[in-house]
């Protein structure tokens, strides 16, 4: 047996097509139109590669859309005027401070200056208390977009076993936050491990559903799958390969060739999460733009 292939290519494209429609519709009754700003500090390869494709995604629906580059060096101070202005600007729905940063930058600090309702990648405290109260706030874009591809697959949270490995404030937290709550893609029964979990394999060949979150290359074997379980492929991992063009290639956290043979579903890397949390993006900008115009 062989698992099915999750195309969050596919899927996305579907996705953002009803966000350019949901928007036409916004942008004529309000004329205001749906404006990103991302903010990168540094020369991070990985981190531009995101965020060029994160405000092509904004630029591609006609929404207004900007990168903010400062050098590696910028100081604290320097990132809050910036974050402050942009909290100010009518144009600017969402705001996005690309991570990670230089180490000499406090980032919880600066995460917290941007405003709640303009925190598209729902990392403020307040959007995080909310997200795990069931309150309406933006949730963070790669949780959400994996809760999307498990709708859009009609693949079953409900009461299903799901183990998360990693505990990330980014992925690992969140994902887990937002299967165990109450509704359409929730109602999970949630574990989550780390780097201290012991007897993870027997853990994960539990689980229903497989989420690999740790940014370690083909961490996963086949042999921690329960035989048709949903594997999740959260990593993007630059791995040497001499025959590529670019000298490297991208592999997951899941040894994908084993892990096919034994699991019911996967997604691929590239292919499967990443699009999704692009178009999650979109999402959470569309859903500020208009939280703020109401
Ligand atoms: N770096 C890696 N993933 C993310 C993300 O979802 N948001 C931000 N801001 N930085 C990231």
Same mark, same amino acid.
């Given at each position: 047996?062989?698992?099915? &292939? &999750?195309?969050? #290519?596919?899927?996305?494209?579907?996705?953002?097509?009803?966000?350019?429609?949901?928007?036409?519709?916004?942008?004529?009754?309000?004329?205001?139109?749906?404006?990103?700003? #991302?903010?990168?500090?540094?020369?991070?390869?990985?981190?531009? #590669?995101?965020?060029? @494709?994160?405000?092509?995604?904004?630029?591609?629906?006609?929404?207004?859309?900007?990168?903010?580059?400062?050098?590696?060096?910028?100081?604290?101070?320097?990132?809050?005027?910036?974050?402050?202005?942009?909290?100010?600007?009518?144009? +600017?729905?969402?705001?996005?401070?690309?991570?990670?940063?230089?180490?000499?930058?406090?980032?919880?600090?600066?995460?917290?200056?941007?405003?709640?309702?303009?925190?598209?990648?729902?990392?403020?405290?307040?959007?995080?208390?909310?997200?795990?109260?069931?309150?309406?706030?933006?949730?963070?874009?790669?949780?959400?977009?994996?809760?999307?591809?498990?709708?859009?697959?009609?693949?079953?949270?409900?009461?299903?076993?799901?183990?998360?490995?990693?505990?990330?404030?980014? +992925?690992?937290?969140?994902?887990?936050?937002?299967?165990?709550?109450?509704? =359409?893609?929730?109602?999970?029964?949630?574990?989550?491990?780390? @780097?201290? =979990?012991?007897?993870?394999? @027997?853990?994960?060949?539990?689980?229903?559903?497989?989420?690999?979150?740790?940014?370690?290359?083909?961490?996963?074997?086949?042999?921690? &799958?329960?035989?048709?379980?949903?594997?999740?492929? +959260?990593?993007?991992?630059?791995?040497?390969?001499?025959? =590529?063009?670019?000298?490297?290639?991208? +592999?997951?956290?899941?040894?994908?060739?084993?892990?096919?043979?034994?699991?019911?579903?996967?997604?691929?890397?590239?292919?499967?999460?990443?699009?999704?949390?692009?178009?999650?993006?979109?999402?959470?900008?569309?859903?500020?733009?208009?939280?703020? @115009?109401?």
């Amino acid at each position: 047996m062989s698992a099915r &292939i &999750i195309d969050g #290519v596919a899927i996305a494209a579907r996705i953002r097509e009803q966000l350019a429609e949901e928007a036409q519709a916004f942008i004529k009754r309000t004329r205001v139109r749906p404006g990103l700003v #991302v903010i990168l500090v540094g020369d991070n390869p990985a981190s531009q #590669v995101y965020v060029r @494709s994160k405000r092509k995604a904004c630029l591609d629906l006609g929404w207004y859309s900007d990168v903010i580059h400062l050098p590696a060096d910028a100081t604290q101070e320097r990132l809050e005027e910036t974050i402050d202005k942009l909290n100010a600007d009518p144009m +600017v729905h969402g705001i996005l401070l690309q991570l990670p940063l230089p180490d000499h930058l406090n980032e919880q600090g600066l995460l917290q200056r941007i405003r709640p309702e303009k925190d598209v990648d729902g990392f403020h405290p307040i959007n995080v208390g909310k997200l795990v109260l069931g309150l309406p706030a933006p949730v963070p874009c790669t949780p959400l977009g994996i809760q999307r591809l498990l709708i859009e697959e009609h693949i079953e949270t409900a009461g299903k076993f799901v183990v998360v490995l990693g505990r990330s404030n980014i +992925v690992g937290k969140p994902v887990a936050s937002l299967l165990m709550r109450k509704g =359409s893609g929730g109602d999970a029964t949630v574990c989550v491990c780390h @780097s201290r =979990s012991e007897n993870l394999s @027997s853990i994960t060949r539990q689980a229903d559903i497989l989420i690999a979150a740790v940014g370690r290359p083909r961490f996963v074997k086949a042999g921690w &799958i329960k035989p048709g379980a949903t594997v999740i492929d +959260v990593g993007i991992n630059r791995v040497n390969d001499p025959d =590529s063009p670019r000298g490297y290639r991208l +592999v997951g956290d899941v040894d994908f060739e084993g892990a096919k043979a034994v699991a019911g579903a996967i997604t691929p890397v590239p292919g499967g999460v990443g699009p999704m949390t692009i178009a999650m993006l979109l999402h959470n900008t569309l859903w500020c733009a208009k939280n703020l @115009s109401a």
